[in-house]
């Protein structure tokens, strides 16, 4: 992409109205434009960062074996009141009107929706286990939206729903979930650490959090610092083997790590004291195990192997998509801007040409980003006939991991400069040795 055909509205100048940095930083890198009182326009270098949220929480659904598919963001009411919850989801719930007097609301979750497509298409434990998921925007009239994105009235989720024969089964998605979630999250550069939640009056204790550790968190969180050491890294799971995935699950629910809901001081004085820490979290994801609530309520039945018709038992598992783009943002920046990680950046390297028109700097920088295309990578080449300071600060801003520096002076000597958004530190080298460097 060439920056002088782009769209980057970014801004130099603060704005007053965001309180945190990440807020600040998607605005003032022309990532969002606000529509209303959270509500957001995702402009193109914001939609990007979400689209490759959106791909990454894909490709781990389904190596997970869980199937994508999509429901629509109106649905009608009436669904919701065969579940109860049409009265008791109060005023977070946007309820519409149509044409004919049908009472129908924007979807704040989908629980109903699938519930009643399970109903409709299966009888038999034949078919399961069965996990279905999508990805859609939500709405939630929030008494307080606020820092941009992250607690938004409209924002886009994934939530996957398992239906599974019992109790058992259905524990089993549920560590499928838990074990899927973190590698996607370290996917994302992210460490989001799982908590023990409150399940509310669904009782049990089978739900945990996700939580990304920040200061502008909504969240108190107390956890056991030995949690923070373990990595996912590049394991190879197999989402089948329900004792691999219990192993996982184990190892990560065994450090001490807990949200103020469900915080207990005399389990957290038992946590070595070096190693005891209190913080505050993003929500970014939650796994629920709530067995037959939705079945039981909306007639969703399955024959088990024994001939009787038993409720199917189901759990839901969300990942806040657009609220990860923030997490991410408050997670790894500095002064000057945004620090993508490779997983999620926008364009993968940015490419200055100090000397726009200059014969030979034109011809490297196209050279650069050719190669890189052929590598299969996305450059974002500032070919605007701008000061090198102005270039440098927006490509600061808007955080791409790497910068490919094309000046006359080097290029006498065929050397460029490659710069880490991370390190800040820079090196020369020849193109082909930046070219391989990145990506
Ligand atoms: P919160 O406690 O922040 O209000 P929640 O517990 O109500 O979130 P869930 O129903 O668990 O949210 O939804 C799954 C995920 O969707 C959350 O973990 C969060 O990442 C995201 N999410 C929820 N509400 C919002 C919102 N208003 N704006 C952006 N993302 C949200
Ligand atoms: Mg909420
Ligand atoms: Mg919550
Ligand atoms: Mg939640």
Redesign the pocket.
């Known amino acids: 992409m060439r920056l002088s055909r782009y769209f980057l509205p970014v801004l130099k100048e603060t704005p007053a109205e965001a309180q945190i940095a990440s807020h600040r930083l998607m605005l003032r890198a022309g990532m969002i434009k606000q529509a209303s009182a959270?509500i957001y326009s995702w402009l193109p270098l914001g939609f990007r960062v979400l689209k490759n949220i959106e791909r990454i929480v894909h490709e781990e659904q389904q190596a997970a074996g869980h199937i994508p598919m999509l429901m629509p963001t109106l649905q009608p009411a009436d669904l919701w009141k065969e579940s109860g919850r049409y009265d008791a989801y109060g005023p977070e719930m946007l309820r519409i009107r149509d044409r004919q007097d049908r009472d129908m609301l924007y979807g704040?979750?989908n629980e109903e929706m699938i519930t009643d497509i399970f109903r409709s298409h299966v009888s038999s434990y034949r078919d399961l286990p069965l996990t279905l998921y999508h990805v859609q925007w939500?709405f939630?009239d929030?008494m307080r939206?606020r820092f941009g994105?992250?607690?938004?009235?409209?924002?886009?989720?994934k939530?996957g729903y398992n239906f599974d024969v019992d109790r058992d089964a259905a524990l089993h998605a549920y560590n499928r979930h838990m074990v899927s979630y973190l590698k996607t999250y370290e996917r994302m550069g992210l460490q989001a650490i799982p908590m023990r939640?409150d399940s509310g009056p669904i009782g049990g204790d089978d739900t945990h959090?996700?939580l990304v550790l920040a200061d502008t968190g909504?969240?108190e969180v107390f956890y056991d610092a030995a949690i923070t050491e373990l990595k996912f890294g590049d394991r190879v799971v197999d989402y089948d083997d329900v004792d691999a995935c219990r192993a996982i699950v184990d190892e990560w629910t065994a450090p001490y790590a807990r949200t103020d809901e469900t915080h207990d001081a005399a389990k957290f004085d038992a946590v070595p004291e070096d190693r005891r820490r209190t913080s505050r979290g993003?929500?970014?994801?939650?796994i629920?195990y709530f067995g037959t609530k939705y079945s039981d309520a909306m007639g969703a039945t399955v024959t088990n192997k024994d001939g009787e018709v038993v409720p199917v038992h189901m759990g839901s598992h969300?990942?806040?998509?657009?609220?990860?783009v923030?997490?991410i943002i408050e997670a790894s920046h500095d002064d000057n801007g945004i620090i993508w990680p490779e997983g999620v950046t926008p364009f993968h390297c940015g490419i200055v040409n100090l000397r726009q028109g200059d014969t030979d700097c034109d011809a490297a920088c196209a050279l650069i980003e050719g190669s890189l295309i052929a590598k299969g990578l996305d450059p974002l080449y500032d070919d605007r006939d701008e000061r090198a300071g102005a270039k440098f600060a927006t490509m600061d801003l808007i955080g791409l991991p790497w910068r490919i520096t094309v000046g006359p002076r080097g290029l006498k000597n065929g050397l460029v400069e490659l710069t880490s958004r991370r390190t800040g530190e820079s090196e020369e080298m020849t193109v082909e040795a930046a070219i391989d460097r990145v990506g």
């Open positions: 959270g704040p979750t939500k939630r929030e939206p994105v992250m607690r938004g009235r409209e924002f886009y989720m939530d939640a959090e996700f909504e969240s993003i929500e970014v994801g939650q629920f969300g990942i806040g998509v657009s609220r990860l923030g997490a």
